[in-house]
């Protein structure tokens, strides 16, 4: 039995992360071949803003930069996207390496700017930069459509010369098999030693600094890669719903995914991955019961999750209090 089997069944933990992160993607497969079509289409949303939460995992977990501003590489994604369907470039690849250049692109001058920042600073500054992107969204009517968006968007060919897909499930193979792909190379990547880099950054910046480190590159780099990830989430987005509208990138969505990282545990992206989930769950399906209630059930979940695990899904749970033994009386002699 290797080391670390061992060491699981000492802690009694559960299984190693690639398994249950193997026993996930088998969940969501079946889910892909048993739900009806309007839970697809939930579920493709939902797979859309994994990627997101992704982005800003990378940035709040692994960089210790809370971001509320990934909506803006969203939005670029999710235009970028729809513009080029609208123009007759409908391929999958295409669309996707379209919008995580462009997003990439459009971090590169802001990231310079934001990762000399810290702490609230950072949060507020990326704020800005989501909402400004939004408020763009809705007055360059020429090229958003503003506030009443862009429709009829064409739908997308998962690869060059095969048959756009307009059914709910083809959709959903394609958006999960992106998701995993994504989630994969970037679980792969922050086990490198630019991973470790990085949270050497966030962990003991000024000895990184010390010892010669280009932090600020470092940073500026993390922040770019976390908008390709967010624009490549915008990508699926327009592909899901083949519509795109400011709404679709507001503050709104900004905070539920801050939230979803804050439940998951901002160093997991396992953790993220399932906080979004639970989060879109709570919002869109329990909410449904009770009509008007979702910011509630929103804030009771938020408040369950850390009384109950401080650190998150992916954290250990709260540890009860050890009294010290009694002493038992010695009857006197």
């Known amino acids: 039995m290797s080391r670390s089997w061992r060491a699981v069944l000492r802690r009694g933990s559960g299984l190693p992360a690639p398994v249950w992160g193997l026993a996930a993607i088998a969940a969501l497969a079946a889910a892909g071949i048993l739900a009806d079509p309007y839970t697809l289409s939930s579920w493709t949303r939902i797979l859309s803003l994994a990627l997101l939460a992704l982005s800003v995992a990378v940035l709040a977990g692994t960089a210790g930069l809370p971001s509320l501003g990934q909506v803006a590489p969203y939005a670029v994604g999710a235009y970028t996207t729809a513009i080029l369907a609208r123009h ?23 990231g310079v700017a934001v990762t000399r920042t810290r702490g609230i600073t950072f949060l507020m500054v990326t704020l800005a930069v989501g909402e400004l992107t939004a408020v763009a ?29 307009l059914e709910d499930r083809a959709v959903y193979g394609y958006a999960l098999t992106v998701a995993v792909a994504v989630t994969a190379a970037l679980w792969w990547t922050l086990r490198t030693p630019a991973g470790l880099l990085l949270q050497g950054c966030r962990d003991h910046e000024t000895r990184m600094r010390a010892s010669g480190h280009p932090v600020t590159r470092y940073l500026v780099a993390t922040y770019v890669g976390a908008g390709a990830i967010a624009g490549i989430g915008g990508a699926l987005l327009v592909t899901g719903q083949r519509y795109v509208s400011p709404g679709d990138v507001g503050f709104e969505v900004a905070a539920l995914v801050l939230l979803a990282v804050t439940i998951g545990g901002g160093r997991s992206l396992g953790g993220a991955l399932a906080a979004v989930a639970l989060v879109a769950v709570v919002r869109d399906w329990a909410a449904a019961t009770v009509p008007g209630r979702g910011p509630l059930l929103l804030g009771v979940l938020f408040v369950a999750v850390v009384y109950v695990r401080p650190k998150g899904l992916a954290g250990p749970g709260r540890r009860r209090r050890q009294h010290p033994p009694v002493a038992a009386e010695v009857p006197s002699s």
């Open 137 to 165: 969204a809705g007055q360059w009517t020429t090229v958003t459509g503003g506030t009443d968006g862009l429709a009829g968007i064409p739908a997308t060919q998962p690869w060059w010369g095969t048959a756009p897909m």
């Open 88 to 110: 007759g470039i409908t391929a999958g690849p295409a669309q996707l390496a379209a919008a995580a250049t462009a997003a990439a692109v459009f971090c590169l001058p802001i």
